[in-house]
Structure formats: C-alpha cells, structure tokens
C-alpha cells in the first residue's frame, strides 16, 4: 500500500466523507503547473467513479461496520445521496466548479464516535482505490493531504 505508512505521521485526513477519493484510468495529464488538482484529475467524472469505488469498498467494510453507530448510519442514508455529497465535495475541494451543500464534517460525523483506527482503516481502503485507479503519486498525495484536514473533526474517539 503506497504511501499508507507516511500517512499516520503527516496527522492529516478525514470524507469523506469524506469524503473521501478521486481520479480514474482516465485521469487527464496537464503539464500546466498552473492546473488545479480538479483539472490534474480529469475533472468530476474521474472525480465522481473514484469517490463511488471508495465508498462501494468503504461502506460494507467489516472493521468499520464493528462500531455500531456507523452501521446503523450506513443503512439509514442512502449511499446515492452520500456518493452525491462525497463528490461534491471532492470536487470543490480539489478546485472544481462543484458547491457542497452538506453539514460541516464535525457535525455529520459526531454522532458516529469514529476511533483513529477506524480512520485509518477509511484511508487505507481510499489509498487501494487510488492505486487501483493509478491515480499519480502527486496527486494521490494531495488528495491525502486535503482528507487529512478533516481528520480532528471526525475522530471524536
């Protein structure tokens, strides 16, 4: 697993939520320095089939559905909704022209009393869709970084 190990010491990370996860095989590559994340990744089609494989491997996960509370949120909301507000954002954090609408990220996830083991669990599973979506190491990087930044809001355990 690429990169996992030199993700507990950087303390970055919560998407999901979460959010979590981006890029796909058909990642565009800009040479333009100047290019957002957003546009490195190919935009909100790369964006939205990563962050939907993220959450097809993260939500029947068995280490995560050991907390009760996440089990009981993953079959009360709809993953159609949630992949909806993963993507966006995924999106308007990357860059892209993507508003999110959703509650803050301390907010949605309190309730779920998230250990850092359960955490790093969620990053391992985004960093093998990364990898499985051979999304660039720089990229997949600063995708880790912008998760990284949610990480004191959503573990609360």
Not at 2 to 26: E, T
């Amino acid at each position: 697993m690429r990169g996992y190990s030199k993700l507990s010491n950087w303390l970055l990370i919560p998407l999901v939520v979460i959010a979590l996860g981006l890029s796909a095989p058909a990642l565009a590559q800009d040479d333009d320095d100047s290019a957002s994340l957003y546009q490195r990744l190919g935009g909100l089609m790369p964006i939205s089939v990563v962050v939907s494989d993220f959450l097809d491997e993260m939500i029947p996960d068995p280490q995560l559905n050991e907390n009760p509370a996440i089990d009981e949120a993953r079959q009360r909301v709809p993953v159609a909704y949630l992949k909806y507000h993963v993507t966006a954002f995924v999106c308007e954090a990357t860059g892209g022209p993507c508003d999110y609408h959703g509650r803050g990220m301390r907010e949605s996830h309190a309730h779920l009393n998230i250990t850092a083991e359960e955490w790093d669990r969620m990053v391992e599973i985004f960093v093998e869709v990364l990898d499985e979506h051979d999304v660039p190491e720089q990229e997949s990087e600063e995708l880790l970084e912008l998760l990284g930044t949610t990480r004191d809001a959503i573990v609360t355990s």
